[in-house]
């Protein structure tokens, strides 16, 4: 039928002439009713032309690399809509006090997730915090900039082999300048920075804001200091001269 033909258009399955392609296995595997309809709705738009190869398989989303009507490559993240996270993200969503009504049915849990990773995009992206620039969400669907060129960018934890000491200590300023203009000047935090979500492109990038909230969340000081604990650990291990956990978190939380 119709939505069968769009999904072969979008997952370019006329030109590739190849029905087991990796692409098609993660989608078939993992794309409900929902997904289809919203990637359909996303392609009679122009948001989605195609999607090209699969950058992740993860245990709450798989990310794409897509180009939209115009040619733009896009990153296409895609939320499963039965997960077995269904207790943390309701655990998270139920602190973040911007959140007003919190849905019983799964599904929708996995829209206001979805919502919500836009929202801190947006968010990130007006403290000029380097983030993918967010383009467009629907249901499960998160479309944004994508970091890379022919490939996706590589992340910190890929190229920590090929890095240099001075290549860390300026990844190291660079992280601790985004969480502290994060905190004092956003009042965010991102709640999931380590070596896995920021990626290495012309400037570093920082990616995964589906944890990210307001300081006025109740978590918001434990996920402020599991950000720094992270960030201080990985480049107190790879040589940087790092500020010291405790000091530092007194130091922005003032007391
Ligand atoms: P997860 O919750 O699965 O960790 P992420 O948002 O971190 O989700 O995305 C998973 C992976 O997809 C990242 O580690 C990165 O390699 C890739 N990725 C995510 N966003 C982008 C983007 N905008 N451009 C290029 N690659 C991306
Ligand atoms: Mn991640």
């Keep these: 039928d119709r939505l069968d033909r ?27 009713k929902t997904t289809v309809e919203t990637l359909s709705y996303f392609h009679r738009r122009g ?13 709450e989303a798989n990310v794409f690399a897509g180009v939209d009507s115009r040619g733009n490559k896009i990153a ?9 996270e269904f207790r943390r993200i309701w655990e ?13 049915d799964i599904r ?6 979805t919502r919500r990773e836009f929202k801190n995009l947006q968010r990130a992206m007006k403290y000029a915090v380097r983030a993918p620039e967010p383009i467009a969400f629907r249901n499960n669907i998160l479309i944004m900039e994508f970091i890379g060129d022919e490939n996706p960018a590589p992340r910190l934890k890929d ?3 090929v890095l240099e000491k001075r290549d860390f200590e300026e990844l190291y300023e660079f992280s601790m300048n985004a969480i502290e203009r994060l905190w004092k000047r956003g009042d965010m935090v991102h709640g999931d920075l380590s070596e896995y979500n920021i990626l290495i492109w012309e400037k570093p990038v920082i990616i995964d804001w589906s944890q990210a909230t307001v300081k006025r969340n109740r978590m ?12 201080i650990n990985y480049f107190g291990r790879k040589g940087v001269a790092v500020d010291d956990l405790e000091e530092k978190f007194k130091e922005l939380t003032g007391d």
């Design 47 to 59: 948001k989605i032309e195609q999607l090209l190869g699969v950058i992740s398989t993860g245990k």
């Design 76 to 84: 296409v993240k895609i939320y499963r809509t039965y997960t077995t």
């Design 6 to 32: 769009e999904i072969a258009e979008i997952l370019g399955l006329d030109e590739r002439r190849e029905k087991d392609s990796e692409l098609f296995k993660v989608f078939s595997e993992v794309f409900d």
């Design 108 to 113: 929708k849990l996995v829209f206001v997730w």
């Design 92 to 104: 998270y969503l139920a602190a973040d006090p911007r959140i007003g009504y919190l849905p019983k």
């Design 159 to 161: 190229v920590e082999k």
């Design 220 to 231: 918001s000081l434990t996920l402020l200091y599991r950000d720094l604990r992270n960030i």
